[in-house]
């Protein structure tokens, strides 16, 4: 299995509020990318990294931040969480971007009430 | 229009049957294509790649891929009860992936 850890797995939180969700990687890999998942939506790019402070917007960008300081390390930032932000975040980690699968971590439940 | 489209099933099989996944795409410049499955709760763990027309075979899956026609596919044969999953498709054009919503296999014993 792919080393990547999430933390939290899980976390309850209040509107307003902010949040940073990690994704640690043991891989060495170049590229690593943060998802939502949602019913009847599927898997939804957040923000992903190419190299260490290169990052690029996805599909679902608005009201997330993220930051990669170092090759193992991507975060994710919520800086004023809102009931639409509830969800599942998935993280994945990629070699060689397109050409290569993703390996996925095992996801951080976030609520907000 | 969505980048990837999948019949969201459910799809019911009986076990040892066939199951028949499908996936079209909209971006003609798509090089690679996966197949992942997620099971409740977990997360997605790749089944198969493939990025050549025709079709590729490992153990009881098979993805087929059609350029022409946008359209990928993956078979199980011989299903069982353990496959049963939500199955994602997933494109690559570039250094994003887009994926579809998934279908959902029930293999009935």
């Known amino acids: 299995d792919a080393g990547i850890t999430q933390s939290p797995r899980h976390k309850v939180t209040e509107t307003g509020t902010p949040v940073t969700l990690r994704c640690h990687q043991t891989?060495?890999?170049?590229?690593m990318y943060w998802y939502r998942q949602d019913p009847g939506h599927g898997l939804r790019l957040i923000h992903y990294?190419?190299?260490?402070?290169?990052?690029d917007k996805g599909e679902v960008s608005d009201g997330y931040s993220v930051s990669r300081s170092k090759t193992e390390d991507f975060l994710l930032t919520l800086e004023s969480a809102t009931s639409s932000q509830t969800s599942v975040y998935f993280c994945?980690?990629?070699?060689?971007?397109?050409?290569?699968?993703?390996?996925f971590g095992d996801g951080t439940r976030l609520s907000i009430l | 229009q969505k980048e990837v489209e999948q019949n969201s099933g459910p799809l019911s099989v009986p076990e040892g049957a066939i199951a028949s996944l499908n996936c079209t795409y909209s971006?003609?410049?798509?090089?690679?294509f996966f197949w992942y499955r997620q099971y409740s709760g977990k997360s997605p763990e790749l089944i198969m790649s493939?990025?050549?027309?025709g079709d590729k075979e490992d153990g009881r899956f098979t993805a087929q891929l059609n350029k022409a026609s946008q359209y990928v596919s993956l078979l199980i044969r011989d299903s069982q009860p353990s496959d049963s999953a939500t199955y994602l498709c997933?494109?690559?054009?570039?250094?994003?992936?887009?994926f579809g919503t998934g279908t959902s296999l029930t293999v009935i014993p």
């Open positions: 994945a980690i990629s070699d060689r971007g397109e050409v290569q699968p993703q390996h």
């Open positions: 891989e060495n890999h170049r590229y």
């Open positions: 990294s190419y190299g260490v402070k290169d990052t």
């Open positions: 971006d003609r410049v798509s090089q690679s």
């Open positions: 493939i990025y050549s027309n």
């Open positions: 997933a494109v690559s054009p570039g250094n994003q992936f887009y």
